[in-house]
């Protein structure tokens, strides 16, 4: 007979997958492909957070800034490089953690409530309430998320790249004139028809040799900023341009002029004992919302294309998070937690491929699972607060960020399968043969097909319409619900046709840590 076991998951996780391959994860990280992963993820990860540091910056009074994202982005590198289950998954600061932060400035602001204190009890709450999720072993939850939550929330965390891409565009005009305006938003798409182009050339093309390509894909990016960055500086009509740049400030220093120089949040003082109890709900929100962003984030970088050979860690991993989180609110830094697309962007980055000259095509033949590409870029976000970094931060123009927005949403949004339905929709039916679609498109019942397209879409269409409200703190409840309705979807969708729309998120492997027996 069954029977609860508290701390069985985390126990499991820790015998099974951190101690009997911790060692093989830093051998095996020894290897040419960890060099490409680590610069490409630095990039990805460091750029966006970036924009959501001026996000923050412009909404809650200048609270957060990009030392705070840097040393949050940091932390959450090391920290989850070295001690994780899960290196592969990257944790940084999100859009929808950005979004909660100035959420909780303009409730709490009117109030008279000290924010950072405040902020700082909302992560000491989250983090006890991580530490009871996983001990209770209630991560198992995720073993019924489906491929349906995880698309569907990857398509929001794409179009809201976009958005945001669209926005710092706008918001140059406001800050600076037209011709700065203009020149950014010329910038930002060029930028992003070179980025994606690189990566087209690396990933469908047949010229040149498959090295050579594969090089175009790993670095297309990370050149593609570096490029743009020195572009505005290359003469002619440019010079006349007042670009806009990211702001910076003094090295390892706070940015907020309402703080002490100490990373140091005296938590204690300056709040009532109501105001503390008032944090609890907020930190069951953001605990809800790093249950469901932070293990999506890890079942999708380790989805079940990607040929993985090592088990997943959920349950410890949530109780480390836990610990970040509260480790943040008491530095008064965004707290960290996994990010999409990111971290299956990581684990694509360090695919190995073989080119097969039968079929034109590349294919995985192994992952690299190792920890040092996340340690690595840690590291050199770490390194970003020096002063000369700091400098050579602040050369990146903001139009720049927009380009790299548009990089990573459009080529993400290529392979979502939500676009790829609607592709097929409006392909025309005499040439879907020859388009590359899955079998099962051809052999789904076109009413389940769209009925099942029409879900996705609506899942989408609440997370995002939810955070262009003031009820944005509302979202995590609004994942929470989509991940529950698409459990109930076997009982009236035919299992034939259930089969093909819908599937788990990971293979038997990596969900093993969330389906342990509990009588063994």
């Keep these: 007979m069954s029977q609860f076991v508290p701390g069985r998951g985390i126990y499991t996780d820790i015998k099974t997958r951190l101690i ?100 700082c009890w909302i992560c000491l709450w989250s983090m006890v309430l991580h530490f009871l999720v996983a001990i209770t072993n209630s991560v198992n939850f995720m073993r019924y998320v489906t491929k349906y939550s995880c698309i569907s929330f990857g398509l929001f965390i794409n179009i809201v790249y976009i958005q945001k891409g669209i926005q710092i565009l706008a918001h140059q005009f406001a800050i600076r004139d037209d011709s700065s305006g203009f020149a950014s938003i010329v910038v930002a798409l060029v930028m992003a028809l070179f980025g994606l182009a690189a990566h087209f050339f690396g990933t469908k093309s047949h010229y040149v040799h498959p090295l050579f390509r594969k090089f175009v894909k790993d670095f297309g990016t990370p050149l593609s900023v570096v490029f743009f960055t020195g ?146 870029q840690g590291l050199l976000t770490l390194v970003l607060m020096t002063r000369p970094f700091l400098v050579v931060l602040g050369q990146i123009p903001q139009a720049v960020l927009a380009g790299l927005f548009f990089i990573m949403a459009i080529g993400a949004l290529n392979e979502n399968e939500v676009v790829q339905k609607l592709r097929f929709l409006f392909t025309d039916p005499l040439s879907r043969e020859n388009m590359g679609f899955p079998r099962h498109y051809f052999l789904l019942q076109r009413k389940w097909f769209l009925i099942f397209l029409a879900l996705q879409l609506t899942a989408f269409g609440f997370e995002f319409g939810i955070t262009c409200t003031k009820g944005a703190i509302g979202f995590p409840g609004v994942l929470m619900f989509f991940m529950i309705l698409a459990i109930y979807f076997p009982t009236f969708i035919p299992q034939d046709q259930m089969r093909m729309l819908d599937s788990q998120a990971a293979d038997d492997l990596i969900l093993k840590s969330l389906k342990f027996e509990k009588n063994e």
């Excluded at 079942?299 to 090592?310: A, G, V, Y």
């Excluded at 989180?325 to 996994?338: E, K, V």
Aim: charged share 15%; hydrophobic share 40%; net charge negative.
């Design 20 to 119: 009997p391959y911790y060692v093989s994860d830093i051998t095996d990280g020894f290897t040419y492909r960890v060099i490409p992963a680590a610069v490409y993820i630095f990039f990805t990860n460091i750029l966006p957070a970036m924009a959501f540091a001026q996000d923050m910056y412009d909404h809650a009074n200048k609270s957060y800034g990009t030392n705070e994202v840097l040393l949050s982005s940091a932390m959450a590198g090391i920290i989850f490089g070295l001690f994780s289950g899960t290196p592969l998954c990257i944790v940084g600061v999100t859009g929808p953690i950005s979004i909660f932060n100035y959420t909780v400035y303009n409730l709490m602001e009117p109030r008279g409530t000290p924010y950072f204190q405040f902020m």
């Design 231 to 376: 572009f505005i500086h290359f003469g002619g009509r440019l010079k006349y341009v007042d670009f806009a740049r990211l702001p910076i400030t003094r090295s390892f220093r706070p940015t907020s002029p309402d703080r002490p120089e100490s990373w140091y949040i005296p938590f204690w003082q300056d709040i009532s004992v109501g105001d503390v109890f008032l944090a609890l709900p907020f930190g069951i929100l953001l605990t809800i919302l790093f249950y469901f962003d932070h293990n999506v984030s890890s079942l999708m970088c380790q989805s079940d294309e990607f040929p993985l050979k090592k088990p997943s860690s959920f349950h410890y991993d949530f109780m480390l998070l836990g610990i970040t989180t509260g480790i943040s609110g008491i530095l008064g830094i965004p707290a960290p937690n996994g990010l999409i697309p990111q971290a299956p962007l990581h684990t694509e980055a360090l695919c190995v491929h073989e080119h097969d000259y039968a079929t034109g095509k590349d294919r995985v033949v192994r992952v690299v699972e190792q920890r040092l590409s996340n340690i690595i």
